[in-house]
């Protein structure tokens, strides 16, 4: 796992199984974005199976199965669809594309887990709502600022516990590195990427519906820009965004591509978490100038002050849960409507946004 870089971070935690061997069968496809293979660990931890794997590209199947040599490799995504025994395929397609493979996967009659953003349009994200309802399959996403930080995923504890009272509000910061010569050409294409709010701002909004309980927003401000990358014109690399919840909480974050190479980590992401009792910060993968630890949670309360350092003590319960959810069709891990209002709000964010230009 390489902390300075973003687009191969795979955190693993530790097994933690909630089937028996051979219950929970999944394969992988369309290897993109390397956010598969944190997506794939967390689902093994977890007990599930990994038994195939397709893409077009034989060497990126190759780097994959170096790393998860269990998984056979499949001719055509026909192949992949028609295996019966596959009950979930993952998948980190190029953002464009990874709508209409989910319908096609759910049509196929299996369970779909996308990396973020899920869409890149509101007509994409309609057509799969219509796809869940008439199939019954899931849609799910892995929005991994949450889901694979385990000082976040405490944080969700401690709100719902009450420990800040009411939330009021939620600031994010979600800096990442370019390393542009690493990147796929389609990561600076504005049509297959989607937009930076749509793009990595969707952990953002994620986040801020999860810790303030939120079942909808409206966005009250949205901007982006190209300030220093002019070799990449269609590239936004800063964003930021403002909303109020159903409930009245706001939320601002802002997203950009500024990481410099002085920096540990591939990115110096932050949460403040905002309640009528107290507050969390989160400094989930670097803790700036002291030591290199991840998942540092900040509690201030009536008690006092309190820092909790959370890396390897948590786990990360979500694949646990949505497996479970998968085999009984539940919905504990994360609502189906939960991952569609998150993408929702991110599409809208990104079709309100203004250009800045000097």
Same mark, same amino acid.
């Given at each position: 796992?390489?902390?300075?870089?973003?687009?191969?971070?795979?955190?693993? %935690?530790?097994?933690?199984?909630?089937?028996?061997?051979?219950?929970?069968?999944?394969?992988?496809?369309?290897?993109?974005?390397?956010?598969?293979?944190?997506?794939?660990?967390?689902? +093994?931890?977890?007990? $599930?199976?990994?038994?195939?794997?397709?893409?077009?590209?034989?060497?990126?199947?190759?780097?994959?199965?170096?790393?998860?040599?269990?998984?056979?490799?499949?001719?055509?995504?026909?192949?992949?669809? !028609?295996?019966?025994?596959?009950?979930?395929?993952?998948?980190?397609?190029?953002?464009? !594309?990874?709508?209409?493979?989910?319908?096609?996967?759910?049509?196929?009659?299996?369970?779909?887990?996308?990396?973020? =953003?899920?869409?890149?349009?509101?007509?994409?994200?309609?057509?799969?709502?219509?796809?869940?309802?008439? =199939?019954?399959?899931?849609?799910?996403?892995?929005?991994?600022?949450?889901?694979?930080? !385990?000082?976040?995923?405490?944080?969700?504890?401690?709100?719902?516990?009450?420990?800040? $009272?009411?939330?009021?509000?939620?600031?994010?910061?979600?800096?990442?590195?370019?390393?542009?010569?690493?990147?796929?050409?389609?990561?600076?294409?504005?049509?297959?990427?989607?937009?930076?709010?749509?793009?990595?701002?969707?952990?953002?909004?994620?986040?801020?519906?999860?810790?303030? $309980?939120?079942?909808?927003?409206?966005?009250?401000?949205?901007?982006?820009?190209?300030?220093?990358?002019?070799?990449?014109?269609?590239?936004?690399?800063?964003?930021?965004?403002?909303?109020?919840?159903?409930? %009245?909480?706001?939320?601002?974050?802002?997203?950009?591509?500024?990481?410099?190479?002085?920096?540990?980590?591939?990115?110096?992401?932050?949460?403040? +978490?905002? %309640?009528?009792?107290?507050?969390?910060?989160?400094?989930?993968? +670097?803790?700036?100038?002291?030591?290199?630890?991840?998942?540092?949670?900040?509690?201030?309360?009536?008690?006092?002050?309190?820092?909790? !350092?959370?890396?390897?003590?948590?786990?990360?319960?979500?694949?646990?849960?949505?497996?479970?959810?998968?085999?009984?069709?539940?919905?504990?891990?994360?609502?189906?409507?939960?991952?569609?209002?998150?993408?929702?709000?991110?599409?809208?964010?990104?079709?309100?946004?203004?250009?800045?230009?000097?």
């Amino acid at each position: 796992m390489k902390n300075s870089d973003g687009m191969n971070y795979a955190p693993q %935690g530790k097994p933690a199984p909630v089937v028996k061997a051979g219950e929970f069968v999944f394969a992988a496809t369309a290897l993109d974005h390397g956010h598969i293979y944190g997506m794939c660990n967390g689902l +093994i931890e977890a007990g $599930g199976e990994l038994r195939y794997v397709h893409d077009p590209d034989p060497a990126k199947v190759a780097a994959f199965c170096e790393k998860f040599p269990q998984a056979k490799p499949l001719a055509s995504e026909g192949d992949l669809l !028609e295996k019966a025994d596959i009950q979930l395929v993952a998948a980190a397609a190029v953002p464009s !594309e990874r709508g209409p493979l989910g319908c096609r996967v759910m049509e196929a009659g299996k369970d779909y887990f996308t990396d973020k =953003t899920p869409f890149t349009s509101l007509d994409q994200l309609e057509t799969a709502r219509q796809v869940v309802a008439k =199939t019954g399959r899931k849609y799910m996403v892995y929005f991994s600022e949450r889901l694979h930080v !385990e000082c976040a995923e405490f944080a969700v504890q401690l709100v719902q516990d009450g420990a800040i $009272g009411q939330v009021v509000q939620v600031t994010g910061f979600g800096p990442h590195r370019l390393s542009a010569p690493s990147r796929p050409a389609w990561f600076f294409e504005r049509a297959k990427y989607g937009g930076i709010l749509c793009d990595i701002g969707s952990h953002q909004i994620e986040q801020f519906l999860t810790y303030t $309980g939120a079942t909808d927003a409206r966005v009250t401000h949205a901007a982006v820009a190209n300030w220093a990358n002019p070799e990449y014109p269609e590239l936004e690399d800063f964003g930021e965004a403002s909303l109020v919840a159903d409930n %009245g909480a706001t939320n601002f974050f802002r997203v950009d591509w500024y990481t410099p190479d002085g920096l540990h980590s591939w990115g110096d992401g932050r949460t403040f +978490i905002l %309640g009528t009792k107290g507050y969390i910060e989160l400094r989930k993968y +670097i803790n700036v100038a002291t030591a290199r630890v991840q998942d540092n949670l900040f509690l201030v309360d009536d008690k006092g002050e309190n820092h909790i !350092e959370l890396h390897g003590k948590v786990g990360f319960p979500f694949f646990g849960k949505f497996i479970l959810d998968c085999l009984n069709r539940t919905e504990n891990a994360m609502t189906q409507a939960h991952a569609f209002k998150a993408a929702e709000l991110c599409v809208k964010a990104q079709e309100a946004a203004i250009t800045l230009k000097r």
